[in-house]
């Protein structure tokens, strides 16, 4: 498994963000493809998660704001982030967790991008 993500950047409250990871290797039968953050001097969070049958899962702080399409034919997920808040800065990662499971620790990360959202 190797994640590549892209996208991230600095905007301003309000604005949108579009993140993308692809996975250049094996694939799995159930598996899923999220994004967690940290921000500075908190606690590493699931941001949103998409598993291969097309469930999905949001961090109750992004819902209506965020979605994640997943595309299984590239084994590509992303991460459409609108009305950006500044309480949404932080490192996003990419995330691929094998266990079907949304929210404990995957066992794949892709390297870190950063989303700083200016007041």
């Known amino acids: 498994v190797q994640l590549q993500a892209s996208g991230g950047g600095l905007v301003q409250a309000g604005d949108s963000l579009s993140l993308s990871c692809a996975n250049s290797g094996r694939t799995f039968s159930r598996d899923v493809m999220g994004w967690f953050r940290q921000a500075p001097g908190k606690a590493r969070e699931a941001v949103a998660g998409c598993r291969n049958d097309g469930t999905t899962y949001y961090i109750n702080s992004v819902k209506g704001r965020f979605t994640i399409p997943r595309d299984n034919a590239k084994n590509t997920v992303y991460l459409q982030m609108n009305n950006l808040k500044p309480e949404d800065t932080a490192v996003y990662f990419c995330?691929?967790?094998?266990?079907?499971?949304?929210?404990?620790?995957?066992?794949?990360w892709g390297q870190g991008t950063q989303v700083t959202v200016s007041s």
């Open positions: 995330t691929l967790d094998t266990s079907g499971s949304f929210t404990t620790t995957p066992g794949y």
